[in-house]
């Protein structure tokens, strides 16, 4: 069974760091795409950054360029993000996905992963 963990969320105040783990287990995605994905209540589910396999590939959304990174592991089959000048329009429950497939860090849409954590929540309070 294939189960992807988050862990690292939690309250900071503005301009303040997090970082979030996802540790993956089941099976191996050293080859695929990984992700984490974004939802603040009301707004829909967003990619914030990706990684390729061997992350030389990667895609941030504009909102966060500069601020996230994202890096994986692939011998530990596990992928990080590192959250920076965090504000409190980064409030959302946080995501981390993976492809079945090997991928693109250009895909986009929530749609095109299969394997999804439970979530993770970030507040940022002002």
């Known amino acids: 069974q294939v189960q992807l963990v988050e862990s690292g969320g939690g309250l900071v105040q503005a301009g303040g760091s997090l970082r979030l783990d996802c540790a993956a287990s089941g099976r191996t995605f050293s080859r695929n795409v990984m992700g984490w994905f974004r939802q603040a209540p009301g707004k829909e589910r967003e990619l914030v950054a990706a990684?390729?396999?061997?992350?030389?590939?990667?895609y941030y959304a504009d909102s966060v360029k500069g601020r996230f990174a994202i890096s994986r592991d692939n011998a530990k089959n596990t992928v990080h993000l590192q959250m920076n000048s965090l504000g409190p329009e980064d409030t959302a429950v946080y995501y981390c996905?993976?492809?079945?497939?090997?991928?693109?860090?250009?895909?986009?849409?929530?749609?095109?992963?299969?394997?999804w954590g439970q979530g993770t929540q970030v507040t940022v309070s002002s």
């Open positions: 996905a993976a492809k079945n497939v090997r991928g693109s860090v250009y895909d986009l849409r929530d749609d095109q992963y299969d394997y």
């Open positions: 990684i390729g396999l061997n992350s030389a590939f990667t």
